[in-house]
């Protein structure tokens, strides 16, 4: 008998931003104390909407954001929400995200 695959659930990305006041303020204590001086790449791993994703992208003017979730709603809303020239969405488990290190 074929099972199907385990793999992320596909998120309502409008309930999710209704109720997602815990992670956001748990967010904004971790995005103070990462030290960022405003020019790094960061990972936004499990973006959701983009709410927490928008907030980093505040502290960083000249830096930019890989922001990825596995859910296709929660990725489509994250790339409606956040600024293309600065961040990039993919959608897709963390598993098979592949990326390049600037600094080899």
């Known amino acids: 008998m074929n099972r199907p ?4 659930a596909d ?4 309930k999710y931003s209704r109720v997602s006041s815990p992670q956001h303020s748990w967010a904004q204590e971790v995005i103070a104390r990462l030290g960022l001086s405003g020019s790094e790449t960061v990972l936004d791993a499990g ?6 994703t928008l907030s980093l992208l505040g502290q960083l003017p000249r830096g930019r954001v890989l922001a990825v979730d596995g859910s296709k709603s929660m990725a489509e809303a994250a790339s409606q929400r ?16 592949g990326i390049e290190s600037e600094t080899q």
């Open 11 to 14: 998120w309502d990305a409008s």
């Open 82 to 97: 956040l600024p293309a020239d600065r961040a990039e969405v993919r959608c897709l488990d963390l598993t098979g995200l």
């Open 5 to 8: 695959q385990p793999g992320p």
């Open 47 to 52: 973006c959701g909407s983009g709410e927490v």
